[in-house]
């Protein structure tokens, strides 16, 4: 375990600046609106401009560096993580809580989120997922169950943490509950603002039939994406590794589309939020390897046995309704489900005080 600070080499800075400014964005259909071909070709060449133009990376990272953080090998991997000890006397005690990012996120999401479980008393552990952000990365595909096993390392072996809390949203839920299944010795309750729901566990009820059934077309629709993502990730990943606005492109549907933002994406995430969340992938080159991740979707499976870790829920407003209730209490010990009144699939990114809140009052009732 040893301090970090993030500073790119200019270089790379250079090579991305050089990328954008050359960038050529395409045309559009002529009924082209409300982005109904997927990203609208006119906003992304306003993107492009205001990246060449006003977009201040240097403000960005001076953003990354005001926490504490570190590198850990773990698994021979170099594991970039934040680590804030919060005011032990304060209703959290002291706790440790790990809050795992997914795709296309980053630690980024949590930078606002950080300060306010701290000072509810919490230890605050934020890593970037390998092949993500600022960590290393394998040099194959690693599933969830082996980053819950890293995780595992990080929290008791690393920092030295007898018992602690996982949340997670997007790839941080299967995670989180990969961690409740397989390490429930030392995991004392997990929270997450994603179901992870594999039917195949549980009986088909018609209910179940019936979320089923929207969830496939839904997945039709918005979930195409991680088709290509889980079966062809290299095809892709190699494209729009070289492109920062092609990258861009690929992101920016999924921001419209996951947040709470009535259709307008900025309603949620500003310009300069949205360019760091992808710069977070260019400037380390994990734009290929965090795609990698969804190869390995083939490889869930239902869990072996009911999850007894306590879980908490937080219903954001996501592509699809969530597994019926009758379900998910029959595979896990659910103890709080609480609708939220706004905000998506970013819930940390997008309502930082909110998800805050929603979180610390959970660890606070159950660590």
């Not at 492009?48 to 201040?56: A, L």
């Not at 019926?324 to 010990?333: D, G, L, Q, S, T």
């Amino acid at each position: 375990m040893t301090p970090y600070t993030l500073a790119v080499p200019q270089a790379r800075l250079d090579w991305i600046a050089r990328r954008v400014a050359d960038a050529h964005v395409g045309y559009a259909p002529d009924d082209d609106a409300d982005w109904k071909y997927g990203t609208e070709a006119a906003y992304l060449a306003e993107l492009r401009d205001y990246w060449r133009d006003h977009y201040d990376w240097q403000k960005a990272e001076a953003a990354f560096n005001a926490f504490p953080q570190f590198m850990a090998e773990i698994d021979s991997v170099d594991v970039h993580f934040y680590h804030v000890r919060g005011d032990a006397k304060a209703a959290g005690g002291g706790f440790p809580i790990i809050l795992t990012h997914g795709w296309p996120g980053s630690v980024l999401e949590f930078l606002e989120v950080i300060p306010l479980l701290a000072a509810r008393g919490f230890d605050v552990v934020v890593p970037s997922l390998p092949g993500y952000g600022f960590s290393g990365r394998s040099s194959r595909p690693i599933d969830a169950l082996t980053i819950a096993r890293m995780w595992r390392k990080l929290m008791t072996e690393v920092l030295g943490y007898k018992r602690f809390g996982a949340q997670g949203g997007d790839w941080g839920a299967p995670i989180t509950f990969q961690l409740a299944h397989d390490h429930a010795d030392v995991v004392a309750a997990i929270h997450v603002n994603l179901l992870v729901f594999r039917p195949a566990a549980v009986e088909i009820t018609p209910e179940v039939q019936s979320w089923m059934a929207q969830g496939a077309k839904a997945l039709a629709g918005e979930g195409t994406y991680a088709a290509q993502q889980t079966h062809k990730p290299q095809t892709l990943a190699l494209a729009l590794a070289d492109t920062p606005i092609g990258f861009a492109s690929w992101l920016l549907e999924k921001f419209r589309s996951w947040t709470d933002c009535d259709g307008q994406i900025e309603n949620s995430l500003s310009k300069d939020a949205i360019i760091t969340g992808i710069m977070t992938y260019l400037v380390s080159d994990n734009v290929q390897s965090s795609i990698w991740l969804y190869n390995t979707l083939k490889q869930l499976a239902p869990f072996e046995h009911k999850i007894d870790v306590p879980l908490g829920f937080a219903e954001f407003r996501e592509m699809r309704d969530p597994p019926p209730r009758a379900a998910i209490e029959a595979k896990y010990n659910l103890v709080s489900w609480h609708k939220m009144p706004r905000g998506g699939h970013f819930a940390a990114w997008e309502e930082p005080e909110l998800f805050a809140e929603e979180v610390a009052g959970f660890f606070e009732r159950w660590h």
